[in-house]
């Protein structure tokens, strides 16, 4: 009989638990609708704070109030981030220019054009508005991907 609680019990416990990681994460309003926006970006990023960078981007899970070019893990930066470290610190008007325009922003902080990687634009600015409060909402909440 004591086998058969137990066993009952532990059955309960694992059909709850997926949905309390789940519940952990509670995202709302534009965080809510920056997540979906960011899909796109999973190509080539990763949100997920435990996960390493790809090769094809950082992890920018964590990227809110770090400087430029700063993924400790990431070393593929292309010489616009290189010249722009140092120089940006990541904050939600940062993060919006950046995805509106990422040659355009990088060529502001450096002076001039240089080689970068970020191809993709954002230009629509509630989305890149919402993107940008997905990152801040994320930042430093493990269980946020």
Not at 102 to 113: E, M, Q, T, Y
Request: aromatic share 6%.
């Amino acid at each position: 009989m004591r086998k058969i609680v137990l066993g009952t019990a532990m059955a309960a416990v694992l059909a709850v638990a997926p949905g309390l990681a789940q519940a952990a994460c509670t995202l709302s309003g534009d965080a809510a609708e920056g997540q979906k926006v960011s899909k796109q970006c999973t190509a080539c990023h990763v949100f997920e704070a435990s996960k390493p960078s790809r090769p094809t981007g950082p992890n920018i899970h964590d990227s809110m109030g770090r400087g430029i070019g700063e993924q400790a893990d990431y070393t593929r930066y292309s010489a616009a981030f290189a010249a722009a470290k140092g120089k940006v610190t990541w904050d939600e008007a940062k993060v919006v220019e950046y995805v509106k325009d990422p040659k355009a922003f990088l060529a502001k902080v450096n002076g001039k054009d240089l080689k970068h990687g970020m191809n993709f634009k954002l230009a629509d600015e509630t989305k890149a508005k919402q993107v940008a409060a997905f990152l801040t909402a994320i930042k430093g909440k493990a269980d946020c991907p």
